[in-house]
């Protein structure tokens, strides 16, 4: 049973199409994540919410908008997609909301080609 | 500055042991040091951390400077499988994010 599930795997869409990329945790962690790693390898944190509120919201195009219906959940929608967007985008979840001793759990990733 | 510095690449033998280093100069008394790995095509694993003695779990061993502006991560008998990024990673308190660099690529040479 995956911990950290995200859906779907592979996604490919043509520019300026709205995709979303969900994801679900059962580990009853309070804080989950996305983090986007580009084609260079960085991995870089986009939003964080601690049961369903945002936390952390790094400069993000508004394109994205992160949701997160309960604390189990966290969707990313992404609206008018550009080639800049493609990447693979990784779901994490923590017990606790940051610091210190915090540990993340990740997903296997979801990765968006964007043509 | 949360920085943290290792080397690009190492390469080790594999059914040895790898000594995995990483600068943190300007680390504060209440910063842990983590570990997490990303193997290919897969995401980032947490491995092991640590805030001042040294740690040990199933996978790794951590041991952190006494001045805790260096640390080294363990590996006590490299496999093939632990071929990966290897990341080294501030944590501290009033921060909800930890921040990836560019990590060091490990290389097992069978």
């Known amino acids: 049973d995956t911990a950290v599930s995200q859906t779907p795997k592979y996604l490919v869409t043509q520019m300026g199409n709205d995709k979303s990329i969900k994801c679900e945790q059962n580990l009853g962690h309070d804080t989950m994540y996305w983090y986007k790693q580009d084609s260079k390898k960085f991995l870089k944190i986009m939003f964080s919410y601690n049961n369903k509120e945002l936390i952390i919201n790094e400069t993000v195009p508004n394109r994205f908008s992160p949701k997160s219906p309960d604390k189990a959940h966290l969707n990313l929608h992404i609206n008018s997609l550009e080639l800049g967007d493609s990447a693979v985008y990784f779901c994490?979840?923590?017990?606790?909301?940051?610091?210190?001793?915090?540990?993340?759990?990740f997903g296997a990733g979801s990765r968006l080609t964007v043509l | 500055d949360a920085k943290t510095t290792q080397p690009n690449s190492m390469e080790s033998n594999e059914e040895e042991p790898v000594h995995l280093p990483c600068n943190h100069s300007t680390i504060s008394g209440t910063d842990y040091i983590h570990w997490y790995r990303q193997l290919p095509s897969q995401g980032p694993e947490y491995v092991i951390h640590?805030?001042?003695s040294n740690v040990n779990n199933r996978m790794a061993s951590l041991a952190i400077a006494e001045d805790r502006k260096s640390s080294t991560l363990i590996l006590h008998r490299a496999t093939l499988r632990d071929a990966a990024v290897y990341y080294c990673?501030?944590?501290?308190?009033?921060?909800?994010?930890?921040?990836f660099g560019t990590g060091t690529r490990l290389t097992i040479i069978p």
């Open positions: 640590g805030l001042t």
């Open positions: 994490a979840s923590s017990q606790y909301r940051g610091g210190g001793a915090n540990v993340l759990t």
């Open positions: 990673i501030r944590g501290y308190f009033g921060n909800e994010k930890l921040t």
